[in-house]
């Protein structure tokens, strides 16, 4: 193919030499064999990280490998049975480390192919959405506002299509398609009739034909730098690698200093200090700072962000950014769009006035079953050609249709397009034949600023018509005529008041109202906004119902009891919005109703000062929205907002959280947005925020579980060794390596998914600036070190007269105090009657159990372990301390619980 010339040819020599069709595109066949020739429409990829490396990155610690040395020493002096037992121990270790990432790193993926781009393509004559990397040379592109350009291609088809090529060219300013060939010569950043990949279509539509893929694009071609960004660490995972680190320090510190002294304790005290010695101490040493395990802290936050965010995509919140899910429980206010997110986005148009009458229309959802009714009379098309021009009107500007899959009708579009056209086809206008023989030559698309779109058609009989719908009062400041029964007449002040009137009427009972309009164009006129959209004849108003949705209601009921302020943003008219926003809740009585214009008349300060009262926002623009964003967040609130449309993205990036519309979004939009949600629902929303509290618990659980369980194991150790001196080793390593598995690995993991707190979306939103490491989780790993050391203590030092004895005890202390206490921490807050335990704890702390019990059967591994069998009376006294221990911990809780609620904020 001539590659590198594409610009040079005329579109229709283009469309020859990739052996391809406009109308048509590609068939399925043929994509099969440019698959194979050409490969998937990728740039390089980082190779993925194999299983088998993430099992050996688990040895990939200085302290692990030290303990391996040691422990083949240890081999090789004769203590064959406690390296071996050491050895198996670090490998289970590792094993569990292992599932973690692997766990972590598979949600990953699946989530980034959830969140794959795709593209609208012609194949067969069909228009298809397809996964962008699934492009071939020869695919017909359907570009339009908003689209990300997967692949380079050759405009064949322009109607005002515009470009930000910034990320290719670095021209600022958008630029201008046309389809008309180019010298051979043109620079890149001149080739006005392609379009290159990594750019965006930001207004107007067109088709292309893909000429280029993956790594033969321009893009492609700087590849290699695009690809070295890294990415960056979510503030929890940055905050918990801090204290993991420091944590480190502190406890290898202690750890090397305990075995220090005791190694110059026994050369003082003329002790022999041989091999054996010096090996069990740092062996000893290691194993101590492992079973601290805070250099883990990180990974452990990092798996249990990927893991919810895996969950979460699950339930249609498709989170493209780690540290969203943190942001998510901050979340105070939330911005949402009303079509289609709070309402169901089934439009159905219900109400028609033209020709001074209004028209009642039946029928309901997308089958085009229904009536139109005016003055108890049935109308007939043949009878009022009025009507026929307005429903003609409206099915020509107009880009949706209207489907039947499985015996359901189904729109693909707009969900206001869609009414139009379910409204035509109610009335018999078969719409398809209406475009075939009226085809659209030009257009000047829609944008939330213009407020309106218009299409110029060559009609059946030659003329060139302009259509334009868009809302009511902008429409009729472009009409200079209105249509009536005897034909057109000029139209006066009064009669658009009249006609505004019944526009407010029809948006007091909820309905979203649009303006049509039409004038046919003389021959040789220039088809530019200011040209075509004057002079207009008015044909009617259309009121649409779009019912809310009831997860909606119930959504905004939750959010008010958590302190969260939902507010909608619309592009309706103010009352069709305050009529909905009251149905779901939103607004109530005294609140502020605000309205673009008056909102672009406000200063900054000024509008700071009443954001907080307003709930309504009608007719606004994407820059409103940004307005709306910067207020809010200037008060420190936590704000998500929502978006769709291409020039929604600066308001979705400066958002805290940005949550683009899965189904109506742009790619542009998805890109710029930390959430996409799969299913557009603001209910959706709603749930991601408790979803993301709930993660955020967890991984507060077992944090305080870990840490508590280590700093207990360091200070109880390393004190033993500390006050008695190096002969009166407390617990040797195997069984200090032994203690970490069992209790900080299923018990731990279990914790990290456990069920939400009763009260998760009872709560006010968390404070951003709160560490993870609040005061009540400092307050309860001190309270419980405070519980529990002393019983540590108590049984070491009560019968010192026979060490394997006191070892014996202390090592089931440890377990069954650490197993019993993982109960306590099912929940931070509440008793376990009111948190039970769920399955998968019950079933860790049982395993384990049963492990140990069976374990210590064997002779050898008492021996490494240090112990001997222990005794009926033994168990009862630690199963009794472990009771204390359990029961002092239900009170901490209670005692915690009542001071949080005691210092908690009031809800508004």
């Known amino acids: 193919m001539a590659n590198g010339i594409w610009h040079s040819m005329e579109a229709a020599q283009a469309l020859k030499e990739l052996d391809t069709d406009i109308h048509r595109g590609l068939t399925d066949d043929e994509v099969k064999k440019r698959l194979e020739k050409y490969g998937y429409n990728e740039l390089k990829k980082e190779e993925k990280v194999s299983p088998f490396t993430i099992f050996i990155n688990q040895f990939k610690n200085i302290l692990i490998i030290i303990l391996l040395i040691a422990t083949v020493l240890s081999a090789l002096v004769g203590e064959i049975v406690d390296a071996g037992l050491i050895l198996v121990i670090v490998v289970f270790c590792a094993v569990l480390g292992f599932v973690q990432e692997y766990r972590a790193e598979q ?28 492009l071939v040379p020869g695919d017909v592109l359907l570009l339009e506002a908003g689209d990300k350009i997967p692949a380079d291609a050759r405009l064949v088809e322009n109607h005002s299509l515009r470009c930000d090529e910034a990320p290719l060219t670095g021209e600022s300013l958008p630029v201008g398609k046309d389809i008309q060939s180019l010298p051979e010569d043109v620079p890149v950043g001149d080739r006005r009739n392609m379009v290159f990949t990594g750019t965006t279509a930001i207004y107007g539509r067109g088709k292309a034909t893909v000429t280029s893929t993956g790594m033969n694009t321009e893009f492609g071609k700087i590849a290699e730098e695009v690809l070295a960004v890294k990415a960056e660490k979510t503030p929890l995972e940055k905050r918990t690698e801090e204290i993991g680190k420091w944590l480190g320090i502190i406890a290898l510190g202690i750890c090397f200093l305990v075995a220090g002294i005791s190694i110059v304790r026994e050369l003082m005290g003329g002790g022999r200090v ?21 250099s883990s802290l990180a990974a452990i936050v990092t798996g249990a962000l990927a893991i919810g965010m895996h969950q979460m995509a699950k339930r249609n919140a498709l989170v493209r950014k780690m540290s969203a899910v943190e942001t998510l429980g901050c979340t105070t206010v939330i911005c949402s769009d009303k079509t289609g997110t709070l309402t169901k986005g089934e439009m159905t148009v219900r109400k028609i006035f033209s020709v001074g009458k209004m028209i009642e229309v039946s029928g309901g959802g997308y089958a085009p079953v229904g009536e139109f009714r005016s003055v108890g009379e049935t109308l007939s098309l043949e009878r009022t050609p009025s009507l026929q021009l307005f429903l003609r009107a409206g099915v020509l500007c107009n880009d949706a249709d209207l489907h039947e899959k499985e015996g359901k009708w189904l729109v693909k579009g707009d969900p206001t397009e869609g009414a139009f056209v379910v409204a035509a086809a109610k009335a018999g206008l078969h719409v398809h034949e209406i475009r075939l023989e009226n085809p659209r030559i030009e257009e000047i698309p829609f944008s939330s600023e213009r407020k309106r779109m218009t299409t110029i058609h060559k009609m059946e009989d030659g003329k060139r ?37 019944v526009n407010e009427d029809m948006a007091h009972g909820a309905l979203r109202v649009l303006g049509i309009a039409y004038r046919e164009l003389p021959d040789g006129v220039a088809y530019s906004e200011d040209v075509v959209e004057g002079d207009m004849i008015f044909l009617g108003l259309t009121g649409m119902m779009d019912p809310p949705r009831e997860e909606a209601i119930e959504a905004t009921i939750v959010c008010k009891q958590v ?38 008349k406000m200063s900054d300060e000024e509008f700071e000062g009443i954001v907080d009262k307003v709930t309504v926002y009608a007719r606004v623009s994407p820059m409103d929205k940004l307005k709306i964003v910067k207020a809010w967040k200037k008060r420190g609130e936590v704000v998500a907002m929502t978006g769709d449309g ?19 979004g742009t790619e542009v939009t998805k890109e710029a947005a930390d959430m996409v949600l799969s299913d557009d629902n603001f209910a959706t929303i709603v749930k991601a925020i408790e979803r993301g509290r709930w993660i955020y618990d967890n991984i507060k659980k077992y944090l305080t579980y870990l840490l508590r369980g280590n700093i207990t194991e360091v200070v109880v150790i390393g004190g033993v060794v500390l006050i008695l001196g190096p002969e009166y080793l407390p617990l040797l390593p195997a069984a200090i390596l032994y203690i970490n598995l069992a209790t900080d690995g299923l018990p731990a993991l279990a914790l990290g998914i456990a069920p939400p707190d009763p009260d998760i979306m009872q709560r006010p939103p968390r404070d951003p600036k709160e560490s993870v490491f609040s005061w009540d989780m400092k307050a309860f790993i001190l309270l419980a070190l405070l519980i529990e050391i002393p019983f540590f203590f108590f049984l070491f030092f009560h019968d010192l007269t026979d060490i394997a004895h006191a070892r014996t005890e202390i090592f089931f202390l440890f377990i069954i105090i650490e197993l019993i206490i993982a109960f306590n921490f099912r929940s931070m807050r ?26 210590i059967q064997i002779p050898a591994i008492r021996d490494a372990f240090g112990i001997t069998m222990p005794s009926a009376s033994d168990m009862a006294m630690i199963l009794g301390f472990g009771a204390v221990v359990f029961i002092s911990m239900e009170v901490v809780k209670a005692i915690l619980r009542k001071k949080m609620q005691a210092g908690k904020r009031m809800i508004v």
């Open 107 to 134: 949600a990953l993926e699946a989530l980034k192919k959830m969140l794959s781009p795709t593209i609208t393509v012609l194949r067969g004559g069909k228009e298809e959405e397809i996964p962008s990397k699934e």
């Open 563 to 600: 302190g969260i302020r939902p507010i909608m943003i619309t592009g309706d008219h103010k009352l069709t919005a305050v009529a909905i926003a009251k149905e779901i809740g939103i607004y109530r009585e005294g609140d502020i109703v605000l309205i673009g214009e008056e909102l672009d």
């Open 646 to 664: 291409v020039n929604d993205a600066p308001a979705l990036k400066h958002a805290d959280i940005g949550v683009a519309m899965g189904i109506t």
């Open 274 to 294: 041989d091999l054996p010695f010096i090996i069990t101490m740092v062996m000893f040493a290691i194993a101590l700072a492992m079973a601290t395990a805070v």
């Open 830 to 855: 509440y008793s376990i009657f009111n948190a039970p335990p769920h399955k998968w704890l019950t079933i860790a702390i049982l395993s384990q159990i049963v492990l140990t019990a069976a374990l």
């Open 465 to 501: 018509v302009a259509f334009m719908k868009g809302a009511p009062e902008v429409v009729i400041e472009r009409c200079s005529h209105v249509l009536e029964d005897g034909g057109m007449k000029k139209i006066v002040d009064t009669e658009k008041a009249q006609i505004l009137k």
